[in-house]
Nanobody, 119 residues
Framework: QVQLVESGGGLVQPGGSLRLSCAAS????????MGWFRQAPGKEREFVAS????????AYADSVKDRFTISRDNADNTVYLQMNSLKPEDTAVYYC????????????WGRGTQVTVSS
């Protein structure tokens, strides 16, 4: 079992920054990949970024590339999403998830944290 708890969401003005955290506990292994997803009202959930638990490889959606940075801290079992130059279209509930490298399916999810970008 894996437990994921997101935090750090809130209300920010366009052009501002936020850092989301995802605290992981349970059976987390170095073979796991951690991902951030988001879902805006009326839209499907979409991939935002991912990182291998070792931190060697990262991936980003085109819409957030060069604005968002995913990172991890092994000591705290925490994954971060630094979000800069935020836009109103970044407004969504952001979810943390984990999957094994042997699968394309993220099988554990957090409950999400709301990010609202508005003036």
């Amino acid at each position: 079992q894996v437990q994921l708890v997101e935090s750090g969401g809130g209300l920010v003005q366009p052009g501002g920054s936020l850092r989301l955290s995802c605290a992981a506990s349970g059976r987390i292994f170095s073979t796991h990949i951690m991902g951030w997803f988001r879902q805006a009202p009326g839209k499907e959930r979409e991939f935002v970024a991912s990182i291998t638990w070792s931190g060697i490889a990262t991936a980003y959606a085109d819409s957030v590339k060069d604005r968002f940075t995913i990172s991890r801290d092994n000591a705290d079992n925490t994954v971060y999403l630094q979000m800069n130059s935020l836009k109103p279209e970044d407004t969504a509930v952001y979810y943390c998830a984990v999957r094994p490298t042997t699968s394309v399916v993220y099988n554990y999810w957090g409950r999400g944290t709301q990010v609202t970008v508005s003036s």
